[in-house]
């Protein structure tokens, strides 16, 4: 019997699309199951029809070939795409077609491809510095647990270092295949847990898995700059890989300390000073501290409030990536004497008779209140 077209199989146009042709697939597949179609002795030879339609029509190549030239294509010496099929092995047939509809779903696929060796998991390190390491930059030594290769056996997990064998049941697979009638399912090997090796010798010293925990010191390089926050990544630093796998890598995050004086805001510095009474009325000199352990000079401007803020340039914190730093403010915060003696009372009160006139604020303030309860009043 002449074959159909494969177009007309699939039941798409010549201009179908691969994502339709998958689609058209997938459809015709699952409606012509055998197992949904007990009363349709047909079934079976229609299911691979179809699929030797896909198999062609979903390759580029052949695809073209068979565009140009039909069914001729593959006909004669060429290697016909459902001679596979032909013998009857439906079972076989159906698990290729069972892996391309559920093969992302179920992790098949991806079992054919199993790799054996496992990276090592990624760590992480909390790491507390101070204001003047992010400042200046500093090298921490750090001790971090994690799982080392085991030394005795190189990380193989057999002893003396030898290579485990391959699996006999799955040949190194790590998954074995069992056909149920028409389905063919895929579980992982009972024999070697789905690793794809035996260890006949464990290693004494890491039970077979090729690690062993411990605690190891690191050197790590704390640029200038960081922040709470920062992360600095050190590759290949984390946990050892299971069966000779890559290590994982090892992340610290940084957290920098309050400071006693200072406070940051981004690149700039925050220094509350507190000055006298006289020193703020009458102006002066002082001597305030910089992240650096240095000292900078500030003149405070006669009549300073508290809250006023003087900036000193390029006194604050470095860039993380450079370019330039920034500033620090010196913020003034007025003091109020206490424990007066009765001389000094004396004078504040004689002070306070003569500078009436002299407080701006407060007159304009009391001002402002009089005309409010005027207001009120009328």
Not at 9 to 34: I, N, T
């Amino acid at each position: 019997m002449a074959k159909r077209d494969f177009y007309e199989v699939l039941g798409v146009s010549r201009e179908a699309s691969s994502e339709e042709l998958k689609k058209a697939y997938r459809r015709k597949a699952k409606d012509l199951h055998p197992d949904r179609n007990s009363d349709n002795p047909n079934a079976e030879a229609q299911f691979k029809e179809v699929n030797e339609a896909y198999e062609i029509l979903k390759d580029a190549e052949k695809k073209a070939a068979y565009d140009r030239f039909g069914h001729a294509a593959f006909e004669g010496g060429g290697a016909h795409p459902g001679r596979e099929y032909a013998g009857g092995d439906f079972a076989s047939a159906f698990s290729d077609v069972f892996d391309d509809l559920f093969g992302d779903i179920t992790g098949s696929r991806r079992g054919k491809r199993q790799q054996r060796a496992t990276r090592g998991s990624d760590l992480r390190y909390n790491l507390r510095v101070t204001l003047e390491d992010s400042y200046s930059g500093i090298q921490k030594s750090i001790r971090v647990p994690t799982a080392l290769s085991c030394e005795t056996c190189n990380g193989t997990g057999a002893e003396g270092g030898a290579e485990p064998e391959p699996c006999p049941t799955c040949s190194g697979l790590g998954k074995v295949r069992a056909s149920q009638g028409f389905f063919t399912v895929e579980r992982t090997c009972p024999t070697c847990s789905g690793a794809g090796h035996l260890i006949r010798n464990p290693c004494g010293s890491c039970g077979g898995s090729g690690r062993v925990a411990k605690e190891r010191s690191l050197s790590v390089n704390i640029p200038v700059g960081v922040e709470t926050g920062t992360r600095i990544r050190l590759a290949g630093e984390g946990e050892a890989g299971l069966r000779g796998g890559p290590s994982g890598d090892l992340y610290i995050f940084i957290e920098v300390a309050e400071h006693a004086l200072f406070q940051r805001d981004g690149m700039n510095l925050y220094c509350q000073v507190p000055v006298s009474v006289a020193t703020a009325a009458l102006g002066g000199d002082i001597e305030v501290p910089t992240i650096d352990g240095g000292r900078s000079r500030v003149k405070i401007p006669t009549g300073s409030q508290s809250g006023r803020q003087m900036r000193l340039r390029g006194k604050g914190m470095p860039s993380l990536r450079g370019g330039g730093r920034g500033d620090m403010m010196v913020e003034l915060a007025v003091e109020t004497p206490v424990n007066l003696t009765a001389r000094q009372k004396d004078l504040l009160r004689e002070f306070e008779e003569l500078s009436a006139e002299n407080n701006p604020n407060s007159s304009g303030f009391f001002e402002k209140v009089k005309s409010f309860w005027d207001g009120m009043k009328a």
